[in-house]
Structure formats: structure tokens, C-alpha cells
């Protein structure tokens, strides 16, 4: 009785991809890119030496990224096809864009970065400018000013905002009101910082004459530019709950109040959150209305129903605009609140993924 032999398994071998087997290999688009860094550094840093100018970093990477996107679709077209070169294309022109984008946003961080570790210091944060001539002196006063301002403008904004946008998903249904509300909050989305400034210096001047400066006009200013945003991004994220729902909980009996409080606000929590934040991102910054309604002062001030408060943005603008001797010193302070408020703004981005991640309704069972 004979036996079949065992069949034998093929043994595993790696295949290498070639230019030639119709698709690139993945080091083919890097170094093309390196090469025509290096090609055009080259002739940049020749025509450079040969005409006595400095070397154009711009110009060399604007006609390296052209000359490799040039090559990055002629090759694939001859050995992928064209199909794939056009894919290659315009994935280099999303990634050089990208790119683009994100050179701006790089150099203002190191900038901002550089600069203000200079006086990143404990006397930044824990002093005033009140007496202080040339070097020393902090931004306390300001730091408070601006947590206070923005957040008495969120208290102000946020309700005011959410409320209208639940009325405008749930309750106006393309009603004449509602049209009517959808067109003055788009108004008000594009309104100039310095119109609301004066918005708030006038009314205030009305009721307490005029002249006044205090830190609840800055925060009715800010809140006049924060409303509208938190309104259409409120709105959006609203919208984007299924109304099956809110069809189901009408159907177990719940009535349409609990059913917002309980299930559509809930469903877009996360949204809500971000659009807020987008919100506070867009005032905190705010300079022309701060300067108009706040105004400045070198002391603490932590009453915002009384006196002038210093908040970060004008301390920013007093140190430049107006420095003594040494201007240095003027200068690094400006630079330390700059960081301050970046770092400011991303500690509520923070805090705001963490309240979204908390409230998020759960999704596993």
C-alpha cells in the first residue's frame, strides 16, 4: 500500500517592488522630494553666491514642492497609470497646502514661545504693574481681568445663546420669528469688534454717565461678539440630532421640555461644548472693545462693577505701545502675557474635551 506524499507548502517568498511592476515603492515620493530639495538648494544657493543676496528659503521650497509635484505625476503616469498619477497629484497638492497651513501656525507658536520665556517667571504672576518703571512688574492684574472679563461675558453669552438656538430647532419651525432671528444673528456674526466696544461704552454712559470705564462693559462687549457664534454653532450641533429621538421619547410619554433636557442636549453635548469654547477662543483676544469700555490700570482691580480693569489683550498693547526705559523690558513683558493668553485659551480647549468626554452620552451597552 503505497501513501501520497504530503503536499508540500510553497515557501513564503517576498516579492520586491520594483519601479517597473506597475506601482511606485514607498521611498519613491520621499525621494523625490529630497532630490528636488537638493537639486534646487543647490542652484538657489549658487545663483544665491554668484549675485551677493541671501538665499530665498521661500523660493527654494515654492519651486522644490513645484518641481516635485511635476515629477511625482510624470513618473506614476508611466508606471502606475494615469489614474493613479492624478491620485499622487492631489494628494501632494492637499499635503503642500497642508503644509502651508501649518507654517504660519508653527512660526507664531515659536515666536510667541521664544519670546516670552524671558520673563516667564514666579514675579510675572504674582505682581502688578502698580509703581513699577522699566524692569519687574507682572501681569497678575491683567491675568484676573481677563478671566474675569470672558467669564462674566460666558455667563452673559452662553444661556442667551443655547436658549435661542433650542427655540430655533424646536420650537420656531421656519416661523416668521425665527427667520427674523436667523438674519440679525448672521448680522451680528460679522459685526466689528469697535461697534460692539461702543455699543457697550454707550449704554453704559446712559445709566451711569459718561466716562465710566468698568469691567462688566468690557464683559457686555464681549458678550455682543460671543452671543451670535455660540448661537449658530448651538444651532448646527441641534440640528444634527435624528429626530428619531425625539419621536421615540414622545412616544414613551415625555414630555417635549424633558425631552430636550434630556435627550437632545445630552446628544450634542460635545458639539455644544466645542462651538462654546470656539466662542470664548474668538472674545478672549478682543483688544479695541476692551480699551474703549474696560479701559487700563497698572493695579489689581477684582470688581466688576467698579473702576477700570487691565486684561491681557490691552496689557499687551500698553506694554508696546508705550514703553519706558529700558524698551526691553516693556517688550519681554509683552511677549510673557502673549504666551500667558495661548496657554489660557488652551487650558479651556482642554477643560472643554474633558466636560464633552464626561457628558457624551455612551454608546457601548
Same mark, same amino acid.
Given at each position: 500500500m503505497t501513501t501520497a506524499p504530503a503536499p508540500t507548502r510553497p515557501s513564503a517568498t517576498r516579492t520586491h517592488v520594483s519601479l517597473t511592476s506597475g506601482h511606485l515603492a514607498r521611498w519613491a515620493p520621499w525621494a523625490l522630494l529630497v532630490g528636488s530639495l537638493a537639486v534646487f538648494g543647490a542652484v538657489f544657493g549658487v545663483l544665491s553666491a554668484a549675485s551677493g543676496s541671501e538665499f530665498s528659503i521661500a523660493g527654494w521650497i515654492v519651486v522644490s514642492v513645484i518641481a516635485f509635484l511635476v515629477l511625482i505625476y510624470v513618473v506614476s503616469r508611466i508606471v502606475e497609470g494615469s489614474r493613479r498619477a492624478f491620485d499622487r497629484l492631489i494628494t501632494g497638492i492637499v499635503s503642500s497646502a497642508f503644509a502651508i497651513?501649518?507654517?504660519?501656525?508653527?512660526?507664531?507658536?515659536?515666536?510667541?514661545?521664544s519670546n516670552g520665556l524671558a520673563r516667564f517667571d514666579g514675579t510675572f504672576f504674582s505682581s502688578s504693574m502698580r509703581g513699577v518703571l522699566g524692569e519687574g512688574g507682572g501681569a497678575v492684574h491683567a491675568i484676573w481681568g481677563t478671566?474675569?472679563?470672558?467669564?462674566?461675558?460666558?455667563?452673559?453669552?452662553?444661556?442667551i445663546g443655547l436658549m435661542t438656538a433650542i427655540y430655533l430647532i424646536e420650537y420656531g419651525q421656519n416661523s416668521r420669528l425665527a427667520r427674523a432671528i436667523?438674519?440679525?444673528?448672521?448680522?451680528?456674526?460679522?459685526?466689528?469688534?469697535? /461697534?460692539?466696544?461702543?455699543? %457697550?461704552? &454707550? #449704554?453704559?454712559?446712559?445709566?451711569?454717565?459718561?466716562?465710566?470705564?468698568?469691567?462688566l462693559a468690557g464683559a457686555i462687549a464681549l458678550s455682543v461678539l460671543m452671543t451670535p457664534v455660540v448661537v449658530r454653532s448651538s444651532e448646527e450641533m441641534l440640528r444634527l440630532v435624528p429626530n428619531e429621538l425625539r419621536e421615540a421619547s414622545y412616544a414613551?410619554?415625555?414630555?417635549?421640555?424633558?425631552?430636550?433636557?434630556?435627550?437632545v442636549l445630552p446628544t450634542s453635548i460635545a458639539g455644544i461644548t466645542t462651538g462654546v469654547m470656539l466662542a470664548i477662543a474668538r472674545v478672549i483676544g478682543e483688544t479695541a472693545p476692551l480699551l474703549v469700555t474696560a479701559g487700563f490700570t497698572d493695579a489689581m482691580n477684582m470688581?466688576?462693577?467698579?473702576?477700570?480693569?487691565?486684561t491681557l489683550p490691552?496689557?499687551?498693547?500698553?506694554?508696546?505701545?508705550?514703553?519706558?526705559?529700558?524698551?526691553?523690558?516693556? /517688550?519681554?513683558?509683552?511677549? %510673557?502675557? &502673549? #504666551?500667558?493668553?495661548?496657554?489660557i485659551v488652551m487650558a479651556l480647549n482642554l477643560i472643554a474635551r474633558l466636560v464633552a468626554k464626561l457628558f457624551a452620552p455612551k454608546t457601548g451597552r
Open positions: 497651513a501649518m507654517v504660519p501656525l508653527v512660526s507664531v507658536a515659536w515666536t510667541v514661545i478671566v474675569l472679563v470672558t467669564g462674566a461675558a460666558a455667563i452673559i453669552s452662553i444661556p436667523t438674519f440679525l444673528v448672521d448680522v451680528m456674526t460679522g459685526i466689528p469688534s469697535i /461697534v460692539a466696544g461702543l455699543f %457697550a461704552y &454707550a #449704554l453704559f454712559a446712559l445709566i451711569f454717565g459718561p466716562g465710566v470705564r468698568m469691567g414613551l410619554g415625555v414630555p417635549k421640555w424633558l425631552t430636550i433636557a434630556k435627550v470688581n466688576l462693577f467698579d473702576g477700570r480693569m487691565q490691552v496689557f499687551i498693547y500698553s506694554q508696546y505701545a508705550y514703553k519706558g526705559i529700558p524698551p526691553e523690558a516693556y /517688550v519681554e513683558r509683552a511677549w %510673557a502675557a &502673549a #504666551l500667558t493668553l495661548i496657554l
